[in-house]
């Protein structure tokens, strides 16, 4: 009977053993965020001087419209939209006789301005610049340059 008692026993401690349930790791997942910020940016590349030329002789205006003359170029890129514009307050004079008063008016793709509701990548940008005397008088003979600045400010 001990011996019954003893088997019974064993019986009911190894069937508890080799069906007991086993223990298993639950399944995980999380979610890593990852985030950055791309500040906005503009660029000018690629800069082709323009040429004034006279408009007549005597000459009392010089212009890159005037036959002759050639625009200025220069290529923009912003990946944002821009305004792009030139001021009259933008253009220096770096040489030449002297003009008194002066007066220039530069343009930007044959206006004041231009605005870009998008970015964009090397959109060509034409300058082009009119110079004369406030009462237009006969320009003196000389070599004349001028700087045009042109500014992209993004939007």
Same mark, same amino acid.
């Given at each position: 009977?001990?011996?019954?008692?003893?088997?019974?026993?064993?019986?009911?401690?190894?069937?508890?053993?080799?069906?007991?349930?086993?223990?298993?790791?639950?399944?995980?997942?999380?979610?890593?965020?990852?985030?950055?910020?791309?500040?906005?940016?503009?660029?000018?590349?690629? %800069?082709?001087?323009?040429?004034?030329? @006279? &408009?007549?002789?005597?000459? *009392?205006?010089?212009?890159?419209?005037? =036959?002759? +003359?050639?625009?200025?170029?220069?290529?923009?890129?912003?990946?944002?939209?821009?305004?792009?514009?030139?001021?009259?307050?933008?253009?220096?004079?770096?040489?030449?006789?002297?003009?008194?008063?002066?007066?220039?008016?530069?343009?930007?793709?044959?206006?004041?301005?231009?605005?870009?509701?998008?970015? %964009?990548?090397?959109?060509?940008?034409? @300058? &082009?610049?009119?110079?004369? *005397?406030?009462?237009?008088?006969?320009? =003196?003979? +000389?070599?004349?340059?001028?700087?045009?600045?042109?500014?992209?400010?993004?939007?």
């Amino acid at each position: 009977m001990i011996r019954h008692l003893a088997l019974a026993s064993i019986l009911a401690v190894g069937a508890g053993v080799m069906f007991a349930p086993t223990a298993k790791a639950q399944d995980a997942a999380e979610n890593v965020r990852f985030d950055g910020t791309v500040p906005p940016f503009c660029e000018f590349d690629n %800069v082709r001087n323009g040429t004034l030329a @006279v &408009d007549a002789n005597p000459a *009392t205006q010089l212009s890159s419209y005037n =036959p002759g +003359g050639i625009s200025g170029y220069v290529d923009l890129t912003c990946n944002i939209g821009s305004e792009v514009k030139v001021e009259s307050v933008a253009v220096v004079k770096l040489a030449g006789p002297t003009l008194n008063p002066i007066k220039t008016t530069a343009y930007i793709n044959d206006g004041n301005e231009d605005v870009f509701d998008t970015p %964009v990548v090397d959109e060509e940008i034409k @300058v &082009d610049l009119d110079v004369y *005397t406030e009462a237009d008088e006969i320009l =003196p003979a +000389g070599d004349y340059d001028f700087l045009v600045r042109v500014t992209a400010t993004a939007s």
